[in-house]
């Protein structure tokens, strides 16, 4: 079946440091969908990629989805202590389908 | 608008007992999907539902966990018996088609703990 890879399982960032989790599908996805956990809650939506090569950007957030649409990136510019939680890529076969997620990546900031 | 709510919050049995859990989707929502996250691994998805109907149920671990949802409006995810294994947080989500793509919007979770 569909496996998600995510990578790196944790980063510790200073404040003000940029920040970057890589996803790679064993599969072509039709779409990518992000999530980001802050600690003791759920995962809320951030954006969903669906074209190859596409780009968006959401302020400091830059979410990348890969020519072969296998793979995709979340970056993050000059992070703050609200960017803390953890983030999750999730891959879809498309349409409403069930997501398959990534393991997630824990970003943790020191002031 | 209200979001996806769950209950219980937390819920701990004992190993063979039955649990019983709820999701409220967001009104209106036609899909509604359930996710397990056991500690130290990924979310993994269970099943999802198209109103009353199972859309998809491959990710059901095995026939201790029935799903249903009738009515097309709550769901129940019934454990039983429940094993040790079966402990984790159980997320609900819904989704309807707004803006090109289906948003998932998750519920708080329930975490359950089999003793």
């Not at chain 1, 999730?90 to 398959?100: I, K, M, P």
């Not at chain 2, 949802?69 to 159980?90: C, F, H, I």
Request: proline content about 4%.
């Amino acid at each position: 079946g569909q496996q998600v890879m995510q990578i790196p399982q944790y980063q510790h960032v200073q404040e003000g440091e940029d920040f970057t989790t890589y996803c790679n599908s064993s599969t072509t996805l039709s779409n990518i969908q992000w999530y980001k956990q802050r600690p003791g809650g759920h995962p809320v939506f951030l954006i969903q990629l669906v074209k190859s090569g596409e780009v968006k950007k959401q302020k400091r957030l830059t979410f990348q989805f890969g020519e072969a649409k296998k793979n995709s990136s979340l970056h993050i510019t000059a992070t703050q202590t609200t960017d803390v939680g953890t983030y999750f890529c999730a891959g879809s076969g498309g349409g409403a389908d069930g997501l398959t997620f990534g393991k997630g990546t824990h970003l943790i900031i020191q002031p | 608008e209200a979001g996806v709510t769950q209950f219980p919050s937390h819920s701990v049995i004992e190993k063979g007992q039955t649990v019983t859990l709820r999701c409220d989707p967001i009104s209106g929502h036609d899909n509604l999907y359930w996710y397990r996250r056991v500690m130290g691994k990924e979310i993994k998805f269970l099943l999802h539902f198209v109103k009353e109907s199972k859309q998809d149920e491959s990710g059901m671990p095995n026939n201790r966990f029935l799903a249903e949802r009738t009515g097309g409006t709550y769901s129940t995810l019934k454990v039983q018996p429940a094993e040790l294994e079966d402990s984790g947080v159980y997320f609900c989500a819904s989704s309807d088609y707004r803006g090109g793509s289906y948003e998932q919007y998750f519920g708080p979770g329930t975490r359950l703990t089999v003793t």
